[in-house]
Structures are given as structure tokens and as C-alpha cells.
């Protein structure tokens, strides 16, 4: 099992599907760091030598924030906007959608549960 970035990837995989396994690499990044290695589509995790690992996990360490940096730099960024107080970081605070979604219906996802309303009769 190949560990890249702190994670373990899968080794049946090709490999440019097991390296989005890592938190910040998708589709198109995979196969950038792919091309810029040197590594065809077609391989897979289990059939690359130790040295090409150590390439792959030079090429992400060295021009990509990934795992552990990138979720604490999304934390800070959301906790900067809940600490000045605009309207963005407001919705944060309050677990609702930030991008304009609607919330009268829906949003469910965010918000949670729906919890009932006392004194609030169901219509049958």
C-alpha cells in the first residue's frame, strides 16, 4: 500500500484515480501530476516502483496544498468571515446556506433535522 500525503491510496486502482483519495486533488490535478511525473494513464498503483512513488509525492508536496494544510486553511478562512462578522461568515455561524440557497424549503443538508414547532397541528 502506496502512502502518499499522510494517506494510504488504494493499490488496485489506476492511478490517477487513487491519488484523488488525497483531500485537494481531483480529476484534472491527478493527471497533471501524472503527465508532469511521467506515469501513463493505464497504471496501476500496485505496478509503480518505489521511486516513482517518491516522484509523486515530491511533485505534491512540492507545488500543491493538500490534506492536513488545506482543511486548516479552509477552517481559518471560514473562522476570518465569523470574526469580522460579515454576512457570509453570519450564516456560518448559524449553519445555514452561505451561497443565497433558499431555506424555506430544502437546505436540509445544513441545517439538520427538521424539529417540530409546539403547538403546531400537522394538516392530514
Request: proline share 4%; glycine share 8%; hydrophobic share 35%.
Amino acid at each position: 500500500m502506496a502512502r502518499i500525503a499522510g494517506v494510504n491510496i488504494p493499490t488496485q486502482k489506476r492511478v490517477v484515480i487513487a491519488l484523488q483519495y488525497i483531500h485537494g486533488i481531483g480529476p484534472r490535478l491527478a493527471h497533471d501530476i501524472c503527465t508532469k511525473v511521467g506515469i501513463p494513464d493505464k497504471r496501476r498503483v500496485s505496478e509503480l516502483t518505489d521511486a516513482e512513488v517518491l516522484q509523486i509525492r515530491e511533485a505534491i508536496d512540492r507545488d500543491h496544498v493538500v490534506e492536513g494544510d488545506l482543511r486548516r486553511e479552509v477552517a481559518m478562512n471560514i473562522k476570518r468571515l465569523m470574526d469580522l462578522g460579515c454576512y457570509r461568515g453570519l450564516r456560518h455561524r448559524r449553519m445555514l446556506p452561505v451561497r443565497g440557497q433558499r431555506t424555506h424549503t430544502n437546505a436540509r443538508t445544513r441545517k439538520g433535522k427538521a424539529r417540530p414547532i409546539a403547538g403546531k397541528k400537522k394538516t392530514s
